[in-house]
């Protein structure tokens, strides 16, 4: 047990190392020099940027070799300390949880919203492979999968904000100001995992094993909920993992669309910054999540299909 | 029956408290990067959570802030501050003189503008704050008003020196804040002066321009800033909102390395001006021909702007013979030539703002015409000054703001002193000019100075170490539900404790 305990603590460890290294060495490769970068991040564009640089150097010890700052980064990490951002001075810990947080938040509605329309739909276009549901949700899928989230999400804006004035075109605190960007991915996300839900439930739909449980008498809902629905979500569980990684990285248009403080954006920023501590601090814990989410769908696919797997 | 009376007398108070609690909310497209004052003290002193020691009225002119009233000695060295009587800061603490000279002494060793006075010493006096300097500047008022020298609360310090939270003395106090782009403020029960008329404040940075448009035509935001031009139209035709535009001290001008064998040539920067249709960007681009750019600075700013000037105007045949006048001919792909050279190089420019990147290309365009290659890369806002520094800018397309002290000479003196500056002329200086300015800068007579800026100006029009393309304009919406909005061309302070909910 405790080698166990030790192995992964290793490994944990050793992944801190790979991450950190890797996020200093690429944002220091950027081209650029960094503390013109910080500087500009720090000051904004109508500041003297080159005279805040020389104070910026000499605060963060930029002229200093780099395997010097690079030992001192994961010197710090090694401390379980995360450092504070180099651009807005506060711990990384606290932007993690306020904009990582945000984001997560907006994940959360998303992931329920799309569960809500996407899968549904699907079942229904499944189970009647050609008919009127199955043409309309493809075309549906097609052209909200299409549009991008920019332009569907000022769509979106257009018509709940201005139009009917039930939400906020943009905002960040309350559930009202979430509705409208958790909606525009959720629409992008239900287009696809309708249709994965409507493949995988219409192939389990022309199943042997399908035919056998009607023949042998049992009632609708329990073939559809025993066989049908059981089978099918494998699948669509595992696409799922895909989306919520997509959602935790890939959001950073539909955030600055709507005011939303999250990751996506404040990785951005941190990347043109040259912020390491913060692109660092943001590698971590997405990697962690990342992790978290895997697993999840991996205990979630083996109590849907327990039996072992052959390799 | 009397407790009656009290039951209903409470549910009255808490009805007015409920309707006086509805926040002002207000969007704007600043973010909160950080809370130190030299980053975003520009956004605590314009939501009035932050003083300065001097700040100005809607005229521009200079006005108590923390300070009611300062003098200076006979030799213009020595300067006296006096502090506002009964000055607190949120924390119930005094705004006490050794705070406020602490705090700029701190200030002046940084990079913020202040940091260019001749300041040689800082002591408080009793109630006062004496700056003694070491040769005499009057504008030094007109700094002491940028947002760098907001006074702070010892309390808003941590251990380590460092800013860890917001306590200042205005008329409101920071109730939360959530970086980068949240604040929510409420009435500070310390503030002695007007009470502000709406009790609570919520500021959302927002930094799409059209998703801010919607957000005030959704009625879901009171007060909107910095619109996009595209969109002031259309919010101007809306009945419920009221957009108010202000010309303020920002000109977007191309820095040329005057040092550079393309551009060290007087008639080259000439030509490059007079190829430009100011009127074409600024009509199409910013959707207002007037701001088309004839001089460095607009009309709004009196003393400034000198209207005998002859215009910087389009005139292609011009430009056409000063650029042969300085050798340049046209090669066998249209593009000038000299010495088997093309008259090719890169236009720097940013995204920071967003007509920036568009402009440069109507630019790239415009010289095109006249046989002048440029190529338009667009970077981060420090590649510009990076460039500056290392010498291989050749040109950059610029948005320069000359209110960051609320007296033009603040950044002339720092744009064209010797070896230019990030924002100013790269590779050259003219002893006239900067003779010029340090007179402007002993001299308290704004009448005697009237000629000294006039002159200064006639040098930079006609040598053109920075070509200026266009001015600038803030447009502010706000719903009409709330009255006595204020436009602060400078940008100092916002004005939102006279904001009322209109009747």
């Known amino acids: 047990m405790s080698r166990m305990i030790l192995a992964r603590l290793l490994q944990a460890g050793l992944v801190v190392l790979v991450v950190g290294v890797l996020c200093f060495v690429l944002v220091r490769a950027l081209p650029g020099d960094p503390a013109m970068r910080i500087a500009a991040g720090r000051y904004g564009p109508d500041a003297n940027i080159t005279e805040a640089a020389e104070l910026v150097r000499r605060e963060l010890g930029l002229n200093q070799p780099v395997l010097v700052q690079l030992g001192a980064s994961l010197g710090q990490l090694a401390k379980l300390d995360l450092g504070r951002s180099l651009v807005t001075g506060l711990p990384i810990t606290k932007e993690l949880r306020i904009q990582l947080g945000a984001t997560l938040w907006l994940s959360g509605a998303t992931l329920v919203l799309s569960l809500v329309l996407g899968p549904p739909l699907g079942l229904f276009a499944g189970l009647s492979r050609g008919g009127w549901v199955d043409r309309a949700s493809l075309g549906g899928a097609i052209i909200l999968r299409s549009l991008p989230p920019f332009v569907l999400g000022l769509l979106l804006i257009l018509f709940f904000a201005m139009l009917l004035g039930l939400f906020p075109p943009a905002g960040y605190g309350t559930w009202r100001d979430l509705a409208l960007p958790a909606l525009t991915l959720a629409l992008s996300l239900a287009a696809v995992s309708s249709r994965v839900t409507r493949d995988a439930v219409s192939a389990v739909a022309r199943t042997p094993y399908i035919a056998f449980a009607r023949l042998k008498g049992l009632p609708e809902p329990v073939v559809m909920r025993r066989h049908i629905l059981r089978n099918a979500a494998i699948p669509v569980v595992s696409y799922l993992a895909l989306q919520a990684i997509y959602l935790i990285e890939g959001v950073v248009v539909v955030e600055t669309l709507f005011g939303i403080p999250g990751i996506g954006h404040a990785l951005v920023h941190a990347v043109i910054a040259r912020d390491v501590p913060m692109v660092q601090g943001t590698a971590l814990a997405m990697g962690l999540l990342f992790v978290v989410v895997a697993a999840g769908v991996d205990l979630t696919c083996h109590w849907l299909d327990p039996r072992p797997k052959r390799i | 029956m009397r407790r009656n009376w009290m039951i209903a007398a409470l549910i009255g108070l808490s009805t007015i408290g409920a309707a006086e609690a509805k926040p002002l909310k207000v969007v704007g497209p600043w973010e909160i990067a950080g809370i130190d004052p030299a980053q975003s003290g520009y956004l605590f002193s314009r939501m009035q959570v932050a003083e300065t020691l001097v700040s100005v009225d809607a005229s521009g002119k200079l006005v108590g802030g923390l300070a009611s009233s300062w003098s200076t000695e006979e030799d213009g060295l020595s300067w006296r501050f006096r502090l506002r009587d009964g000055a607190r800061f949120h924390d119930g603490s005094p705004v006490s003189a050794a705070i406020v000279a602490d705090t700029l002494r701190k200030v002046h060793a940084g990079t913020g503008v202040f940091s260019q006075v001749p300041v040689a010493a800082i002591e408080p006096e009793e109630n006062d704050v004496v700056i003694r300097l070491s040769k005499p500047f009057v504008a030094l008022p007109a700094y002491l008003v940028n947002f760098s020298t907001i006074v702070l609360a010892p309390s808003s310090f941590g251990a380590s020196g460092r800013v860890e939270r917001i306590v200042g003395s205005g008329p409101y106090r920071v109730k939360s804040l959530t970086p980068p782009l949240n604040m929510q403020l409420e009435v500070s029960p310390e503030w002695t002066g007007e009470k502000p008329g709406i009790a609570e404040v919520d500021y959302q940075a927002v930094g799409q321009g059209e998703t801010r448009a919607l957000m005030a035509e959704s009625g879901e935001a009171d007060l909107v800033f910095s619109m996009l031009p595209v969109s002031v139209e259309r919010l101007k035709r809306n009945a419920k909102l009221d957009v ?214 006639e040098i930079l029009q006609s040598e053109l170490p920075a070509i200026p393309v266009t001015w600038s304009e803030l447009a502010i919406v706000a719903n009409k539900r709330i009255s006595n909005v204020q436009v602060d061309p400078l940008e100092v302070n916002y004005g939102l404790a006279a904001v009322r909910w209109a009747q």
């Open chain 2, 244 to 457: 108010r535009i202000a010309t303020i001290p920002r000109t977007r001008l191309l820095k040329v390395n005057a040092a550079s064998p393309l551009f060290s040539d007087i008639r080259v920067r000439r030509a490059i001006s007079a190829a430009l249709d100011r009127e074409g960007i600024t009509k199409v681009i910013l959707r207002n021909s007037d701001l088309a750019a004839t001089q460095l600075f607009p009309k709004a700013l009196a003393g400034w702007h000198v209207p005998e000037l002859a215009p910087l105007k389009r005139d292609l045949t011009a430009a056409k013979v000063l650029l042969a006048d300085a050798g340049w001919t046209p090669g066998a792909d249209g593009i000038l030539q000299k010495d088997g050279k093309p008259f090719s190089f890169t236009l720097l420019t940013y995204a920071s703002w967003p007509e920036l990147p568009p402009i440069a290309t109507a630019i790239q365009a415009q010289l095109r015409q006249v046989g002048i290659d440029a190529k338009v890369s667009v970077g981060n806002s420090s590649e510009i000054p990076a460039r500056h520094k290392d010498g291989t800018l050749e040109m950059g397309l610029v948005s320069r703001l000359y209110s960051i002290v609320p007296d033009a000479i603040g950044v002339l003196r720092d744009d064209f002193r010797p070896g230019g500056s990030d924002w100013g002329a790269t590779g050259w200086a003219n002893d006239n000019l900067n003779g010029l300015i340090e007179s402007m800068a002993a001299t308290s007579d704004p009448a005697a100075r009237l000629p000294l800026q006039r002159r200064a100006m």
